[in-house]
């Protein structure tokens, strides 16, 4: 028409990806979405994205094993796995079967036995002036709290109830891991840009190397702490040695928390037989944190990875009250491959900050 004004030039709009602006502020969209989906789908997923972790440590055990017995016999890789394997599931299932169902007496005895002490414990509170007469009652239910949450822990050696399919689950991709690591190491590198993957390939080398000789000294401690109790506590005529050797053992696995519990076990059940007893007991059980404190850690530390006590133990309290049991016994390894990752990547960064 004329005598109309002519248009102002067309600027890009909210809809239009041309515009460098609207790029940039889509990406870092993107990129908020995409962590609170991460998070979301992690809470979610924890259970089992924790079972995965559990396979990964079943699975460091297993190839620290091969590696092992390659040492004194050798033969083909996959023949040693297999010996290995059949011995850990063997095991497994004569602790959960045999030796549970010959401890199951034993255990309910056991239950009675805390609750009978530390309601003592609580009376003599109560008349020495330390407790109020409110707290006097609460021995026998706090007694029951203890032996309860131990029942949760210890299920799966007294019976296969509740964590039979998580067991079986973590059994199974424990044993595919293990049978072919690299396949499922070069499937993730797959998915990184093909610059960081000798970055991911020496980072994953170390993480297994940390691991296998982390458990390694975990299952030394465990078999270590589990016989000298059991044996010594035989000797001194503390009754049911044995289940607190095994106890003990299991217990074990849990650094710091797992040594508190079965501290408090022995000490209770020595002296259900008497003072005597009672100081035989607690003489066991600091000559066995003695060697694990001063002997088995220092050693492992040194070979696998320096870990905080303070560091672990939060890190149990935190992973356990968010993960239930399983995420209690995974605090540690999870925390040392959280080291090792980070350990890696600080190098890494100091290297290309020297090199530029």
């Given at each position: 028409?004329s005598?109309?004004?002519?248009?102002?030039?067309?600027?890009?709009?909210?809809?239009?990806?041309?515009?460098?602006?609207?790029?940039?502020e889509?990406?870092?969209?993107?990129?908020?979405l995409?962590?609170?989906?991460?998070?979301?789908?992690?809470?979610?997923?924890?259970?089992?994205?924790?079972?995965?972790?559990?396979?990964?440590?079943?699975?460091?055990?297993?190839?620290?094993?091969?590696?092992?017995?390659?040492?004194?016999?050798?033969?083909?890789r996959?023949?040693?796995?297999?010996?290995?394997?059949?011995?850990?599931?063997?095991?497994?299932v004569?602790?959960?079967?045999?030796?549970g169902?010959?401890?199951?007496?034993?255990?309910?005895?056991?239950?009675?036995?805390v609750?009978?002490?530390?309601?003592?414990l609580?009376?003599?509170?109560?008349?020495?002036?330390?407790?109020?007469?409110?707290?006097?009652?609460?021995?026998?239910?706090?007694?029951?709290?203890?032996?309860?949450?131990?029942?949760?822990?210890?299920?799966?050696?007294?019976?296969?109830?509740?964590?039979?399919?998580?067991?079986?689950m973590?059994?199974?991709?424990?044993?595919?891991?293990?049978?072919?690591?690299?396949?499922?190491?070069?499937?993730?590198?797959?998915?990184?840009?093909?610059?960081?993957?000798?970055?991911?390939y020496a980072?994953?080398?170390?993480?297994?190397?940390?691991?296998?000789r982390?458990?390694?000294?975990?299952?030394?401690?465990?078999?270590?702490?589990?016989?000298?109790?059991?044996?010594?506590?035989?000797?001194?005529?503390?009754?049911?040695?044995?289940?607190?050797?095994?106890?003990?053992g299991?217990f074990?696995?849990?650094?710091?928390?797992?040594?508190?519990?079965?501290?408090?076990?022995?000490?209770?059940?020595?002296?259900?037989?008497?003072?005597?007893?009672?100081?035989?007991?607690?003489?066991?059980?600091?000559?066995?944190?003695?060697?694990?404190?001063?002997?088995?850690?220092?050693?492992?530390?040194?070979?696998?990875?320096?870990?905080?006590?303070?560091?672990?133990?939060?890190?149990?309290?935190?992973?356990?009250?968010?993960?239930?049991?399983?995420?209690?016994?995974?605090?540690?390894?999870?925390?040392?491959?959280?080291k090792?990752?980070?350990?890696?990547?600080?190098?890494?960064?100091?290297?290309?900050?020297?090199?530029?």
């Open positions: 028409m005598g109309t004004a002519p248009r102002a030039p067309e600027q890009p709009g909210p809809s239009d990806f041309a515009d460098p602006l609207t790029t940039r889509i990406r870092k969209a993107a990129v908020w995409g962590m609170a989906l991460a998070i979301v789908l992690a809470a979610l997923l924890v259970q089992p994205l924790l079972l995965i972790m559990g396979a990964l440590v079943f699975a460091a055990i297993l190839d620290g094993g091969t590696r092992l017995l390659g040492r004194v016999l050798p033969i083909r996959g023949w040693r796995l297999a010996i290995v394997a059949l011995a850990g599931v063997a095991f497994l004569w602790t959960a079967f045999f030796a169902s010959q401890l199951v007496a034993q255990f309910e005895t056991l239950r009675v036995v609750e009978t002490q530390v309601t003592r609580f009376a003599w509170a109560h008349g020495s002036g330390f407790l109020p007469r409110s707290a006097g009652a609460g021995g026998s239910e706090i007694a029951r709290q203890i032996m309860g949450s131990i029942g949760q822990v210890t299920a799966a050696v007294g019976t296969a109830l509740g964590a039979l399919s998580s067991l079986a973590i059994l199974v991709l424990g044993i595919f891991i293990a049978v072919e690591p690299r396949l499922y190491e070069r499937g993730f590198a797959w998915m990184l840009p093909i610059d960081k993957r000798a970055d991911f980072t994953s080398e170390k993480m297994g190397r940390t691991l296998r982390l458990m390694a000294g975990r299952l030394l401690g465990m078999a270590i702490e589990g016989v000298f109790v059991g044996i010594a506590l035989a000797i001194v005529g503390v009754p049911m040695a044995a289940l607190l050797g095994i106890l003990t299991l074990a696995f849990l650094p710091n928390i797992g040594s508190i519990i079965s501290g408090v076990l022995i000490v209770l059940v020595g002296f259900s037989g008497g003072v005597e007893t009672g100081l035989w007991a607690v003489a066991v059980y600091v000559s066995v944190q003695m060697v694990d404190g001063y002997l088995i850690v220092p050693t492992v530390a040194r070979r696998s990875v320096d870990l905080a006590p303070a560091l672990v133990l939060g890190a149990q309290l935190l992973f356990g009250a968010l993960f239930g049991i399983l995420g209690l016994a995974l605090a540690d390894p999870i925390v040392a491959m959280i090792v990752l980070l350990e890696e990547s600080s190098e890494l960064k100091a290297e290309e900050a020297a090199a530029a």
